[in-house]
């Protein structure tokens, strides 16, 4: 086979797919990308990026007629690509505006500059990126047959790779996110592998297959405990970047965040937040009696490892550390409890309808659901765990917060604001002030913003505003374990 690599220009070769370029049934099944796999590959391009090699067969004919030789090019490799950059130049979608996204469902990016084609479709963009993109210089490996079957050969050795999960995928990229994962995840026979105590909460040792054409190819057990705590380090190293409590764990939202963090300070404190969680709760009185019998499902995991987040946020004495293991196995015999109602009776109780539903179906692995599911948690164990300042301030604690700021919300309680405020900045006021001998207690905290909490006299004056959404919420039953300040 003859073969010779050729420099195309983009729009020629977008021109030739919808033209001159015929698709291969035999080596082509139909156009599968999705759109946010699209878009991906379009900003590629329009960052220099370089991107795959395409692979075409020339293939000639003489015509018996008037005998010319025709030649007909058809498509070996490559036609995802081709068919995501005809479709964009076509006008058929346009790229994605992380600033117009709902909050949570993308992550946020390191490249704090917006690009000038974010949210644009092609006809949109200015006229340099335009220029730019249709002139980008893709290879073409043009190919020649001197012996049947060769060009069928090389397809079958282009696709013979075994299949990878989307965790393998991202454990062979590059970045420093990617070795921190492996690193303390684990990862059989790598040599960075070092995992860490807490996952033995949920660790799965044994291979699993999965069936492909060509026969078994086995992932190692520890693949989806890697996933879970990128999704896991992700969500904490975002709360303390961006303030953000809850993102998507969605494979588009995971992969955005490893390539967004290729590079890693080494004094990065989202890094160290992440570790002091992992180092931490191993420590916890009682963790022992979480590792053994049956490993704790990831989301379980997940929820726990927050719980212990917070708590090491705040600024407590750590008397707390001896109750929280004891709290989590209570919560956890609560939710046996109720999903054995539900089988027996058909009757769903608070810890089934607020917990064990947002557990499983479409949604429950974006931000909202999760937030939902994470409110009702330590709404039920915040009750079990002694918490107590250093200090002598009545100021509700880290987690009392985030209870108050999630039952409200996360907007300003003020009917006259309104305005949606980030957690750092949230204000929680005591509607009963502490000066008149109101107690720091979830039933006698409001979130408002700092704007309409410097207002103390506005703030009075709204309290039977504030008293009567109180009582709605209780009514309601979202938010039933209010308790008091310790």
Known sequence: ????????????????????????????????????????????????????????????????????????????????????IADYLHGDFGLPDPQKESPGSVVPSLLKSPSAWHGKKFDELPAEDKQNLLSRELQVVEMREETPNEVRDLFIRLQAGTPLTAQEKRDAWPGDFTTFVIRHAGKPNHPDSSPKTFFKLVCRGKNKALSVDDGEHYVDGLADTRKFFAGLAMTIMIRERDDVDFVDLKGKTINEFYKTNLQLPPDDPAIARVMHTLDKTPELPGFTALTTGKPMSFQMAYHLALLVDTLNEGNYVPVWREDVVKAFITFQADVAKARLHYREHRQQLPHYSRFVVLLGGSGSDTAEVIRRRHAFFIESVYPNIRLQAKDSQRLYDPLAKEVIWIRDGRKCKNPTCGREVSFSEGHIHHIIEHTAGGKTKLDNGILVCPECHGNRANMQALTPIFQNHIKQVTAQNQFSGLSEFA
């Open 1 to 84: 086979m003859k073969s010779e690599l050729k420099i195309r220009q983009l729009k020629e070769l977008a021109a030739a797919y919808r033209s001159d370029l015929k698709v291969n049934p035999e080596y082509q099944r139909g156009t599968k990308w999705s759109i946010p796999q699209k878009q991906s590959l379009i900003d590629s391009l329009l960052r220099g990026y370089n991107i795959p090699l395409f692979y075409v067969h020339l293939l000639d004919k003489t015509n018996t007629f008037t005998g010319t030789i025709q030649t007909t090019v058809w498509l070996v490799d490559g036609q995802q690509r081709l068919a995501a």
